[in-house]
């Protein structure tokens, strides 16, 4: 592996914008990718009428790939900066878009947002809800890329607008928007990605992979106990049974055991990968495949936990959050029961009790036991979810704790948790 300091990062934005593009790209600039691997996607792209699709297609490849559960790499892709060695998460695709992105963004320490400068695009709905879930998943640091600037005839007005759109957008989630460098692109053609555009002599700040290298490494909670929510199984011939996923917090090493939770079933680690090739013992912010003994591949699933037995993952009969309503047409009542997504695991979880309305500013209760709750409300709410699941509390692993509400193909809520009442 190479000894510059590892960062995860998800591209996020409205479908359409240009995310498949800047990927590729990236990868392609930076050297991840081979010229031979563009030139055959270029053939492809042209078989599909897609002209220019050959970016985006290194993405659809991934998907392919994925479906043939050939890889246990299946939706990371390394490539390196002057500074780090990046894992850009889940390269998304347009239905599952939000439950994809939801994994993706509870596995990354920073994040690229696409806004498109195409007549007519700009910030959209997703746009909107993309950023609400970076900043409820816990992501602070941001780079937006203004996309598609061919298409506006590299204009310093159009940057200008959507620049200010998008502040308007960040700025009352409590992004510090100081920190945020907003960058001109054009990632069909190359501009302003790795190397600098001379079609946009009126910008003068750095380029998308110098953007990326502002972001700092988070704090890496190797003192905790292991934590590492699983995204995916395979099993894979010769090998065994691999799950997948990113250790949140703890250090997993070679023949330990480990314990999944809910199921509760126990299994010895026979090897470690990550990028296709074998590690001694996984990190905090490590992306990996691990080879267990003992354990079936149907037995375990994606939303399960994997930890030590000394320390496991906490599985909830009843949780007690701390939730914002964002975008629901009526009005949260008791017995709304809407499914969660938290860190891997999708649930769906009853609201049993509405325990208090909350001063978003301050924090102190507004009202005792309302009967409902409508959008831009802050509340403490007591859910008790369908089937056993993981969850942690805020305090102990943040990774862990926090999660999104979706209910008719949207993000209605978000929030923390803040107790647990553990299963027996």
């Known amino acids: 592996m190479p000894a510059k300091p590892h960062m995860n990062i998800v591209i996020v934005g409205h479908v359409d914008h240009g995310k498949s593009t800047i990927f590729g790209r990236l990868l392609y600039d930076t050297g991840a990718i081979r010229r031979e691997e563009i030139e055959e996607l270029k053939k492809t792209a042209l078989e599909y009428k897609i002209e220019g699709g050959e970016f985006a297609f290194i993405v659809d490849q991934l998907k392919e790939e994925r479906a043939r559960g050939m890889t246990i790499d299946i939706s990371h892709r390394p490539f390196e900066t002057q500074k780090y060695y990046f894992t850009i998460i889940d390269a998304p695709g347009h239905r599952d878009f939000v439950k994809n992105m939801i994994t993706g963004a509870s596995q990354a320490d920073g994040a690229i947002l696409v806004v498109s400068a195409r007549p007519g695009e700009g910030v959209q709905e997703q746009t909107k809800e993309h950023v609400f879930l970076v900043k409820v998943l816990g992501i602070n640091q941001l780079v937006v890329a203004i996309s598609k600037m061919d298409l506006a005839n590299y204009s310093e007005a159009v940057f200008n607008k959507l620049k200010q759109e998008t502040i308007d957008l960040l700025k009352p989630l409590g992004f510090s928007i100081d920190k945020i ?170 609201i049993e009790e509405i325990i208090a309305k909350i001063d978003s500013k301050t924090g102190q209760v507004i009202q005792e036991h309302p009967e409902f709750i409508k959008n831009g409300d802050v509340a403490k709410v007591k859910f008790i979810p369908s089937r056993p699941m993981v969850i942690e509390r805020q305090s102990e692993f943040p990774g862990l704790a926090r999660f999104a509400i979706r209910d008719m193909g949207q993000t209605v809520a978000a929030g923390i948790c803040i107790d647990i009442v553990k299963a027996k």
Request: one cysteine or more; a positive charge.
């Open 181 to 350: 460098i907003f960058v001109p692109t054009a990632a069909q053609h190359g501009e302003n990605i790795v190397k600098r555009s001379d079609k946009m002599p009126w910008y003068k700040g750095p380029t998308l992979v110098e953007a990326l290298d502002t972001f700092e490494i988070p704090k890496r909670p190797f003192d905790k106990p292991l934590r590492i929510p699983i995204q995916d199984v395979y099993s894979i011939t010769g090998v065994g049974t691999v799950p997948v996923g990113k250790v949140e917090s703890g250090v997993l090493k070679v023949n330990d055991i480990v314990v999944f939770e809910p199921p509760g079933l126990k299994g010895e680690v026979k090897s470690i990968e990550m990028h296709h090739q074998t590690i001694p013992q996984a990190n905090p912010g490590d992306n990996i495949g691990f080879n267990v003994k003992g354990v079936a591949k149907q037995d375990i699933k994606r939303g399960d936990v994997a930890g030590h037995p000394t320390n496991p993952p906490t599985v909830a009969k009843e949780f007690i959050a701390q939730i914002v309503v964002l975008n629901h047409p009526t009005v949260i009542a008791k017995g709304y029961t809407p499914v969660i997504h938290c860190h891997t695991a999708t649930v769906s979880c009853r």
